[in-house]
């Protein structure tokens, strides 16, 4: 239990970073890439990036979510709502 709680903690604390960091950003946007792990599922990877008004860039993975048989756009975007 006690892992569980720490990581539960950092997982929070992570979340109220990126949120924190996402509503002071002059410019954000999504990104997105496709990797095939070893048993040949496509995974979808959703990265954030973003400037802030001083000019500092971050580029953080935000998550992390298997596709099915295709990846169209419309199979990515039907994912990334279900996140």
Known sequence: MTVQIRISAMSANI???LTTY???CAYLSLAFD???DITSTTQLLIFVRGI???F???EE???MTSLSDQ???SDIL???LEQ
């Open 61 to 63: 993975l935000i998550g």
């Open 71 to 73: 990846t169209k756009g």
């Open 22 to 24: 996402s509503e002071n």
């Open 15 to 17: 979340t109220d970073q």
């Open 78 to 80: 039907s994912r990334l």
């Open 56 to 58: 500092k860039m971050i």
């Open 34 to 36: 496709e990797s095939v």
């Open 52 to 54: 802030a008004q001083e």
